[in-house]
């Protein structure tokens, strides 16, 4: 099954709530009466929930990589005393 480049934009779209409401209305009404629509619009939205979750996944990491070496290295005692304050 080939998909087109331009119904994965104006899925994209909808699902961001870009779609002007005469689109929206028209497209709401393509997936009422296409399954293979329909099927198309599903994946989508999977696949954009899959990318979000990688996305926060990697982001955690990173951000507990940072919290590791800045919390780690004495040179930053100063810094870690000053973070600390904030929590008291």
């Known amino acids: 099954m080939k998909t087109s480049q331009t119904k994965i934009l104006q899925i994209e779209k909808y ?3 870009k779609l002007s409401p005469e689109d929206t209305l028209i497209f709401e ?3 009422l009466t296409s399954r293979s629509f329909r099927l198309l619009f599903n994946l989508q939205k999977k696949v ?18 940072i919290h ?6 004495p ?14």
């Open 15 to 17: 699902i961001a709530g």
């Open 29 to 31: 009404a393509h997936l």
């Open 75 to 88: 040179n930053n005692f100063v810094f870690r005393q000053r973070v600390y304050s904030i929590f008291e």
């Open 48 to 65: 954009q929930l899959l990318v979000k979750f990688y996305h926060r996944k990697k982001l955690k990491e990173e951000l507990e990589s």
């Open 68 to 73: 590791e070496e800045v919390f780690s290295d």
